[in-house]
């Protein structure tokens, strides 16, 4: 069994900035990929940016140059510091991992996908 427990979001102004945590626990042998993603009301959930265990980082465009993905992999936390945030950036925030809870499903399966119970961002004035 594996939990993610996230921290962070709340109510910001434009231009405002945010640092979102999250963290894995629970059985874990090794993760793999970590991600941010949100939902907005009446859209569909939709990636904002991941990181691999080597610390590779992909990014939405839209939050390209604003948003920074970063990962502890001593702390099994994945966080999302966020800069020059917009209204259109307002959403739940979920947290995603991709873990092998022990050294058999690592050397012969795909990891499976968990995800965080979501925190809401609001950006407004």
């Known amino acids: 069994q594996v939990q993610l427990a996230e921290s962070g979001g709340g109510l910001v102004q434009p231009g405002g900035s945010l640092r979102l945590s999250c963290v894995a626990s629970g059985s874990i042998y090794q993760i793999n990929l970590m991600g941010w993603y949100r939902q907005a009301p009446g859209e569909l959930r939709e990636l904002v940016a991941t990181?691999?265990?080597?610390?590779?980082?992909k990014y939405a465009d839209s939050v390209k140059g604003r948003f920074t993905i970063s990962r502890d992999n001593d702390k099994n936390t994945v966080y999302l510091q966020m800069y020059s945030l917009k209204p259109e950036d307002t959403a739940v925030y979920y947290c995603?991992?991709?873990?092998?809870?022990?050294?058999?499903?690592?050397?012969?399966?795909?990891?499976?996908?968990?995800w965080g119970q979501g925190t809401q961002v609001t950006v407004s004035s």
């Open positions: 990181i691999s265990p080597g610390g590779t980082t």
């Open positions: 995603n991992a991709g873990v092998w809870p022990d050294r058999d499903s690592f050397r012969s399966t795909d990891p499976f996908d968990f």
